[in-house]
């Protein structure tokens, strides 16, 4: 494969080796969520899922927030 740009190598292949983010889906409270998993068992909540609008203002459900979850094999 030939990859014809202006843009240098180093900067195109930016983030290459880096290790992908593991994302699964989750039902927190019974609010369907988006979470990284950091570790087995553990991660961090990334994005809502829900359609209602008041699950946006609960802090528990904060982007960014850790969250403990039960490992299952998928």
């Given at each position: 494969?030939?990859?014809?740009?202006?843009?240098?190598?180093?900067l195109?292949?930016?983030g290459?080796?880096?290790?992908v983010?593991?994302?699964?889906?989750?039902?927190?409270?019974?609010?369907?969520?988006?979470?990284?998993e950091?570790?087995?068992?553990?991660?961090?909540?990334?994005?809502l899922?829900?359609t209602?609008?008041?699950?946006?203002?609960?802090?528990?459900?904060?982007p960014?927030?850790?969250?403990?979850?039960l490992?299952?094999?998928?």
């Amino acid at each position: 494969m030939i990859l014809y740009t202006p843009l240098s190598p180093e900067l195109v292949l930016k983030g290459l080796r880096e290790p992908v983010p593991r994302f699964r889906g989750a039902v927190i409270g019974g609010v369907p969520v988006l979470v990284e998993e950091l570790a087995p068992g553990q991660g961090r909540l990334v994005r809502l899922l829900s359609t209602n609008p008041f699950d946006y203002l609960n802090p528990a459900l904060m982007p960014g927030v850790g969250v403990a979850f039960l490992s299952s094999s998928p």
